[in-house]
Every structure is written in structure tokens, then in C-alpha cells.
């Protein structure tokens, strides 16, 4: 099978990799929760930080928010909340929300990921 690099559109930064506490996006490290969105990268206060995540509306049609090591479920409300600003989020654990991310924001696709550290 042949494998080629993706490509991401003029401006758009990967997640290239993470481990425990951090991740690395596009060549960078940042240390704790992070979200990772067209306007760029920002630290994140968790999922508690509400008022990021609804920031996205009107700028992404999708949120990857990456749980941590493994899937759980955050809050109905919050869920709600940003269906209802036009906002589909998507939970599950960090990396698969990681490598989600990426194949979509190759795609050109409106996209962003919280994510919580493994």
C-alpha cells in the first residue's frame, strides 16, 4: 500500500503527536489541555472551560473534544448547548480526536479538537 503525506491547507497546523501532559502541534509543544482551531492554538482549562468551546460557534462545524486517555461522556447540557449553536462535538479519547482532526483539516473541512492529555 502506498502511503502519502497529507497535505493541509495555507495556515492549517496538525496535531503531530502527543504524550503524557502534552501534545505537539505543528512542530510545537504545549503543555495541559489545549484546543486546536482555524484562528490557532490556545491552552484550555478542561471541560470545565465552557466558554471556549462555544467561542468555536459560527467558526467550526465540528469539535473533536479528546477525553483524556479514554472515551467519557461530558456533559448533556454542554452537548446541547453548542448543537444548538450549530456546533456537532464529537467526544472520545484524545488521540483517536488527535488523528480525527487531522484527516478532516486535511480534507479543508470547518474543524477544531479540545483536547485533555493522556
Known amino acids: ?16 503527536g502527543y504524550g503524557p501532559g502534552f501534545f505537539r502541534v505543528g512542530g510545537q509543544v504545549h503543555v495541559g489541555a489545549i484546543i486546536v482551531a482555524p484562528s490557532g492554538v490556545s491552552s484550555w482549562g478542561g471541560i470545565a472551560d465552557r466558554a471556549a ?25 454542554l452537548i446541547a448547548e453548542l448543537d444548538g449553536l450549530g456546533v456537532m462535538a464529537e467526544p472520545m479519547s484524545s488521540p483517536s480526536a488527535a ?3 487531522n484527516v478532516l483539516l486535511a480534507e479543508g473541512r470547518r474543524v477544531a479538537c479540545a483536547l485533555i492529555p493522556v
Request: aromatic letters at 6%.
Open 53 to 77: 468551546l462555544l467561542a468555536l460557534a459560527g467558526k467550526v462545524d465540528l469539535l473533536f473534544l479528546g477525553m483524556g486517555a479514554d472515551i467519557a461522556p461530558p456533559p448533556a447540557d
Open 99 to 101: 488523528r480525527s482532526f
Open 1 to 16: 500500500m502506498k502511503l502519502t503525506a497529507a497535505e493541509y491547507p495555507s495556515g492549517a497546523v496538525p496535531v503531530d
